[in-house]
């Protein structure tokens, strides 16, 4: 009976055993036939969309910024120029979490807040899909041992060499070249978002925005591959970016360094124009500033200081700054007085010191209390007689001096090629009554009869009327740039002013006779020991502050703000003119001993340095 038991136990053992031996079979089965049909699924019906998302993590468009195009000067010098520096990036579809690698770099670098503010702006903007956006610029050796050390705790960093802006010359060229920045907001809506893919920066004033187009270059593309971590493996393919193209500019820098050097100390402006280009060989503003302080982003501390600073450092004066041109337009209303009949060159007046308009009281004074004595135009160009002056305003009338200053180019922009021009004012009987609502009285001609009144002017806009007087009536448009890329600029002409070349004989004369007669107004300053060539100039010294009839002039009793310009304007040599000069120190009150000592440094450098030589002329002729 026991036997028969533990048969039963054995049988019963196995039927067990092949029971669940079949049911794991069919589970296995059931198992592999799942596998089966998921391995069918993903590789076979799915196939193309997986393969898709799979070559998308493995395989990365990526754009390539094109090198900005270099700026040179007359001579070849490099102005502007690019710099190999390493960029910390971040690419956020790579980063866990963005803050907190931010946090984390943070303590290991020390971010600003500009910084952090830059990339979260920047994040918010158009971009590409696991395009890098910067955080920090220029990094140090240090600071590149450090993020190699903590690579690794980093995902989404990228350290990456990149070209950046340099302006070798720095405060010297700030208002000529400008500066490149951050792509802002409003610029990203007006450009082509597809071809700044991958640059950050955007020329912002100066030339670098004048000449954008040209500088920039055209975006390149490639094809990389990438590992789990995002680091790139091997460029599968590139389309190879196409360099900004290079200016070269008529500014020569020596002559740029003298001239800003001579300012140094002064709220002023000077240009310099080649006569037979019209070319700017040179163009300063002061004070200047560092324009490499913009490139990566000026500090909010740095930016708020120099608008703070009440020199105006930002401000181009050479273009933007508006003066009254006091006694630098009596050549030019010399001209009119002579070409519409108002006078002739034998014309004289007895000059007793102030000017009357009949039937009026109020005395228009000369700066010669006591008057210049007998006085034809020759005379009161090279002595700057005031009476003389007023007088033919008030022969001619504010028509002809208004239709003069205009064709000079006072009242309109010069049209050099930069981005910012003001027009300054040429007065007349529409403008007051456009801009003030009241009609032209003949006091107003006889302000405007001696550069005062409603009348200003731009220190561009007064070389560009001194080349004019040196092309005797041949308006030439001043010009920055003379190669764009592969591209010559042609010269630009304006209107050709018609004068009886007898007339600009008495107008040239005279000028010489400013810096060159005993009686000139400059030649105590400048002419006295000048032999080698002669200049033909006009000092000027314009109000700042209105003085009464009854009261003098007293320097001492204001405050420097308040003092009267000092302005000069000139072209050399006399028998051939070469180069014209436009000066105006703020406030520094005497046009002949202040501002006409500046040119005559221009016109020296001028004479050792770029003067033709014997053979040129030669070879010209």
């Not at 049909?37 to 393969?51: G, K, P, S, T, V």
């Not at 195009?69 to 971040?90: F, K, Q």
């Not at 060159?345 to 308009?357: A, E, R, S, V, W």
Request: hydrophobic share 40%.
């Amino acid at each position: 009976m026991a036997q028969l038991e533990s048969l039963n136990d054995e049988l019963y053992e196995r039927q067990l055993v092949r029971s669940r031996l079949g049911l794991l079979g069919f589970i296995i089965f059931l198992l592999f036939a799942l596998l089966v049909l998921r391995y069918h699924y993903l590789q076979i019906d799915q196939f193309e969309r997986f393969a898709t998302l799979s070559e998308e993590n493995r395989v990365h468009i990526r754009t390539v910024a094109p090198t900005r195009g270099l700026v040179y000067d007359v001579n070849g010098v490099l102005l502007a120029e690019n710099l190999p520096s390493y960029t910390l990036s971040i690419v956020p579809e790579r980063a866990a979490d963005v803050e907190a690698l931010i946090a984390r770099l943070h303590e290991l670098l020390g971010l600003l807040d500009i910084e952090r503010e830059r990339f979260y702006q920047e994040w918010g903007k158009y971009r590409r899909p696991y395009e890098a956006i910067p955080l920090r610029f220029r990094l140090t050796e240090k600071e590149l041992a450090v993020l190699a050390v903590d690579e690794h705790r980093l995902p989404g960093i990228e350290v990456e060499a990149q070209l950046i802006r340099s302006y070798p010359h720095g405060e010297y060229l700030a208002h000529v070249l400008g500066y490149v920045g951050r792509i802002n907001d409003t610029e990203l809506e007006r450009i082509d978002r597809e071809q700044y893919a991958g640059t950050r920066v955007i020329g912002k004033t100066g030339l670098e925005r004048q000449y954008e187009d040209t500088l920039h270059g055209m975006v390149g593309y490639e094809h990389v591959e990438t590992n789990a971590r995002g680091n790139v493996l091997r460029v599968l393919d590139r389309e190879n970016p196409l360099p900004g193209g290079n200016l070269k500019l008529f500014l020569d820098i020596e002559l740029q360094k003298l001239l800003h050097d001579r300012l140094q100390n002064e709220r002023a402006s000077a240009v310099v124009l080649d006569v037979e280009t019209a070319g700017v060989m040179a163009m300063v503003s002061n004070p200047g500033f560092d324009p490499n302080l913009f490139v990566g982003g000026i500090s909010s501390r740095n930016y708020q200081a120099l608008l703070d600073d009440p020199s105006r450092p930002l401000f181009n004066r050479a273009l933007q700054g508006q003066y009254p041109p006091g006694s630098t337009i009596k050549p030019m209303f010399g001209l009119a007085g002579l070409q519409s009949g108002a006078i002739t060159p034998d014309f004289k007046i007895q000059d007793p010191g102030y000017f009357l308009l009949e039937g009026e009281e109020r005395r228009f004074r000369d700066w010669k209390p006591e008057g210049h004595g007998s006085v034809d135009l020759e005379k009161a160009i090279e002595e700057s007689c005031d009476t003389f002056f007023y007088e033919i305003g008030n022969r001619a009338g504010i028509d002809i001096l208004s239709r003069y200053g205009e064709w000079f180019g006072l009242g309109l922009k010069t049209g050099v090629d930069m981005p910012v021009e003001s027009t300054g004012i040429m007065p007349s009987r529409t403008w007051k009554q456009g801009a003030r609502g009241i009609a032209w009285y003949p006091g107003d001609t006889v302000n405007t009869s001696i550069g005062q009144g409603f009348s200003l002017v731009t220190p561009m806009q007064l070389a560009q009327m001194t080349a004019t007087m040196a092309r005797r009536g041949e308006v030439v448009v001043p010009r920055m740039v003379s190669e764009a890329g592969a591209v010559q600029i042609p010269k630009v002409y304006g209107n050709y002013i018609e004068a009886d070349p007898a007339n600009w004989d008495v107008i040239y004369d005279a000028m010489v006779g400013v810096v060159h007669d005993t009686h000139g107004t400059a030649f105590t300053s400048i002419g006295r020991n000048l032999q080698n060539y002669q200049i033909a100039g006009k000092s000027g010294t314009a109000q700042v502050v209105g003085i009464a009839e009854d009261e003098d002039y007293d320097s001492e009793q204001l405050e420097k703000r308040l003092r009267d310009h000092a302005l000069f304007v000139a072209f050399a040599p006399a028998d051939d003119p070469q180069i014209a000069v436009s000066v105006i120190v703020e406030n520094g009150e005497g046009g002949s001993s202040v501002a006409a000592p500046i040119a005559r440094d221009v016109f020296d450098w001028w004479y050792a340095n770029r003067r033709p030589s014997q053979e040129q002329l030669a070879d010209v002729d």
